[in-house]
């Protein structure tokens, strides 16, 4: 059985988010981290996890992405802080 996760990254001073979907965070942490993708999180430097949620079925996981990437930005930092307060990389230690 595969587990799916729904993750929001960050920029440093927090200023930029960015919401996914994957069925390898570590890989994809990486890939954003790494900063060699093209896009969105290469041009605003979006480097730390700050957000995570896991999903045994695919589909629950697109349909809480696509949820999330709805809302608004004050809605989203209301869920990365009850996870997150201090907005730390949550895979600092963790690779």
């Known amino acids: 059985m595969n587990d799916y996760y729904v993750y929001m990254m960050a920029s ?3 200023n930029a988010l960015y919401v996914g979907m994957t069925n390898d965070i570590k890989r994809r942490y990486v890939e954003h981290a790494s900063g060699l993708i093209p896009g969105f999180t290469q041009k605003y430097k979006i480097h730390k996890l700050v957000y995570l949620e896991c999903f045994a079925e695919v589909n629950d996981a697109i349909a809480r992405e696509k949820q999330i990437k709805g809302w608004s930005r004050a809605k989203k930092n ?3 802080n009850g996870q997150n307060p201090l907005w730390n990389d949550l895979m600092l230690g963790e690779i």
């Open 12 to 14: 440093s001073n927090n």
């Open 78 to 80: 209301v869920l990365v």
